[in-house]
């Protein structure tokens, strides 16, 4: 019996296909490093083929540029809320009655 063009593609595409781990993996890599052109064709393969992958990578690029927000924010806000010395002295001796009754 003669396979199908259909079938044959299908098979073909299959032994090419990442598996959705693989594709979540590259998906957090690539927010801090650069895929090569290979791991960059099968993610967008597998991302035309997976709509929860889709979906993975869209939450996951948002967390992206939320942190990137806050690392913006954080470095700008000023730092002016620090504990008062009385506090500062509260919290130091309770920490050293802890690590002296050890």
């Known amino acids: ?42 993610l967008k393969m597998h991302l ?6 889709r979906k993975y990578a869209i939450q996951i690029e948002e967390l992206g540029d939320t942190m990137k927000e806050y690392r913006v924010v954080s470095h700008t806000e000023s730092c002016a809320h620090h504990l008062s010395s009385e506090a500062n002295n509260r919290i130091q001796h309770v920490v050293s009655k802890e690590l002296n009754a050890k």
């Open 48 to 53: 035309l083929s997976c709509h929860l992958c």
């Open 1 to 42: 019996m003669k396979k199908s063009l259909g079938y044959k593609m299908m098979v073909f595409m299959s032994n090419r296909m990442m598996a959705c781990d693989e594709a979540s993996f590259l998906l957090s890599y690539r927010q801090d490093n650069r895929l090569g052109f290979k791991q960059w064709w099968q």
